[in-house]
């Protein structure tokens, strides 16, 4: 029950975001969303373990997590979302468990088998009828140029997910993420600045300031809570057979609540994703996959 919750706010925060950038400024909402749910996960973290600090020697690798978990990643989210449908987003989220044990295979982290390839490319084949299939995609088109930032951000945050593997043996998941929200804003915030500043708060309506709260608390923090909370309880392995509904549910709020059109093609093309999900984890160990 746990892990659902987790899962259906973060399928929620599609159209959240979607919703909120029409208000605010793409670059300032995830400085100001990252910035202050780090600084508030520093505090829990320091009431929860006892301490905050880390090995010196491992601040190169958090700010790593940081650039490509964060920095990269909500830059390339905000605007896949600028240009394509929060649908769209959801739907190309869902290959992020075969392009991380891409990434892993390639760099020797593991190794993979005639399986794995055949779920590579069955992936493949759903991701090509998610960016085909879609209503505003064409060559050159707004929506093309959306559905590749989308997939770049799948890149970048499968990438921040390998980075951190060896300090998983280390530190606590929530030590690892309070850093690397806190390097990923520090570093995001010199391309977030101009952003910040030329934003008019004062036009920013209530739905706009609730969509920014739901982003900070919500999705920032209490997800992560949750979902590591319930990973402590049932193991990752069942854990990750809740993130397959999670790109469904992110298409069924964005129709719902952005009415956005989503057609039989992409949801085809969806369902062929997670099949080929499902196929390349059969008796793999899970590689921890800290995005948002």
Excluded at 8 to 36: C, D, E, H
Aim: charge should be positive; proline fraction near 2%.
């Amino acid at each position: 029950m746990i892990l659902l919750v987790a899962v259906t706010l973060w399928a929620l925060n599609y159209s959240v975001m979607k919703y909120g950038i029409s208000q605010i400024q793409p670059l300032a909402l995830p400085a100001i969303r990252f910035g202050t749910a780090g600084l508030i996960l520093l505090v829990v973290l320091r009431l929860h373990e006892g301490s905050v600090g880390v090995r010196r020697e491992d601040l190169p690798r958090l700010a790593m997590a940081g650039l490509f978990g964060v920095t990269l990643s909500q830059v390339s989210f905000v605007l896949a979302l600028t240009y394509t449908t929060a649908s769209d987003n959801a739907l190309l989220g869902a290959t992020a468990p075969i392009v991380t044990v891409v990434i892993a295979t390639l760099i020797g982290l593991e190794r993979s088998g005639r399986r794995h390839w055949v779920a590579v490319l069955i992936g493949l084949l759903g991701v090509i009828l998610i960016v085909v299939g879609g209503t505003t995609t064409g060559l050159f088109q707004s929506g093309l140029l959306g559905d590749g930032f989308a997939f770049g951000n799948v890149l970048v945050s499968s990438v921040s997910a390998i980075v951190v593997v060896p300090l998983l043996v280390r530190y606590s998941v929530y030590r690892i993420l309070t850093y690397e929200m806190l390097f990923g804003t520090l570093i995001l915030l010199p391309i977030a600045l101009p952003s910040i500043l030329a934003q008019d708060f004062t036009h920013v309506t209530l739905g706009g300031w609730t969509a920014l709260g739901y982003t900070i608390l919500m999705t920032g923090l209490v997800t992560n809570l949750l979902y590591f909370t319930a990973v402590g309880r049932i193991g990752a392995s069942r854990a990750a057979v809740y993130q397959y509904v999670q790109a469904f549910l992110g298409v069924l709020f964005a129709v719902v609540l952005l009415g956005e059109d989503v057609t039989t093609i992409q949801l085809v093309g969806g369902a062929i994703v997670v099949a080929g999900v499902i196929l390349s984890r059969s008796n793999r160990r899970r590689i921890w996959r800290l995005t948002r």
